[in-house]
């Protein structure tokens, strides 16, 4: 590893230490002859082929170009290795809770070109649709609700009868969706294991990112729980005030990440899934 990283960055890495095996790669930490600390995510050596570390990169990129973004820019990559800065962890407080808020506005309101992506999409090492889309309703309905729904039923996370259920929403979903907003700069994967804590901020990691619904980060920082989510809320909402009624739509937003949990973990998600297909239904 470290003789790849030395051709990769073109400056001598003295050590690298394989730490974990996650999902579909390997994670490293490495120190540079200088002393500078990076963290790797690789492919393993026999691994097929696959794009998923070259989009998380180009994601990491294109969300770095917003001005004041949190997302955390790459050092180098190729097609099988990502190289990320080392962040020294530090425990989460207020100021850097309302930065955060601030600084994830900010890149939202950056905009994209259209709901989708140039490049391919991966949710962690599942494939994702990210076909350019002038509409979100459809775009949420066929690219994002629609195929993990499918393949949750296929490996058999839901039943017959859960898939009846999430259906209506996806069929729903321009009715549920709320006035219509431009394509936002999301994060697309944001819950609060993608959030490293420096002290005086925060840096977002790890990104399924696309032109996408703004509200849709939001909601899966709630999904999952993060460090004063109020103060991150509250500094969005001055920057970029939510549009009406976005409390109703949280369970809309929050069922594209429960059912590709699904997809990745099996039926322990179901019934999350089938009350945030309920609490969508109801608005």
Request: glycine residues 8%.
């Amino acid at each position: 590893m470290a003789e790849r990283l030395t051709a990769l960055l073109g400056h001598r890495v003295r050590r690298a230490v394989r730490a974990e095996h996650g999902h579909d790669w390997d994670i490293s930490y490495a120190e540079v002859e200088d002393g500078t600390r990076l963290f790797v995510k690789s492919l393993p050596r026999t691994a097929a082929p696959s794009a998923v570390l070259t989009s998380e990169a180009r994601g990491l990129t294109w969300l770095g170009r917003a001005f004041g973004s949190p997302a955390l820019e790459p050092v180098a990559w190729d097609d099988r290795i990502l190289v990320l800065p080392w962040v020294e962890e530090r425990e989460p407080s207020p100021s850097a809770a309302e930065r955060l808020g601030r600084r994830l506005a900010g890149m939202h309101l950056t905009g994209a070109d259209h709901f989708g992506a140039p490049w391919p999409g991966y949710i962690g090492p599942l494939p994702m649709d990210n076909t350019p889309s002038g509409k979100w309703p459809t775009f949420y309905a066929e690219q994002r609700l629609r195929p993990y729904l499918r393949r949750a039923a296929d490996q058999g996370g839901l039943t017959p009868s859960d898939v009846r259920i999430v259906e209506k929403v996806v069929d729903r979903v321009a009715d549920l969706a709320g006035e219509p907003e431009p394509p936002a700069r999301i994060h697309g994967d944001l819950w609060s294991g993608n959030v490293l804590w420096r002290g005086r901020d925060a840096v977002l990691v790890d990104p399924a990112a696309h032109g996408g619904h703004r509200e849709a980060d939001l909601a899966m920082l709630t999904l999952f729980g993060l460090p004063h989510l109020e103060r991150v809320r509250d500094a969005y909402n001055e920057v970029a005030p939510l549009a009406a009624g976005w409390r109703s739509r949280v369970a809309l937003h929050q069922l594209h990440p429960l059912l590709v949990h699904v997809c990745l973990f099996g039926a322990a998600y179901r019934t999350t899934v089938l009350e945030a297909a309920r609490a969508a239904l109801k608005g």
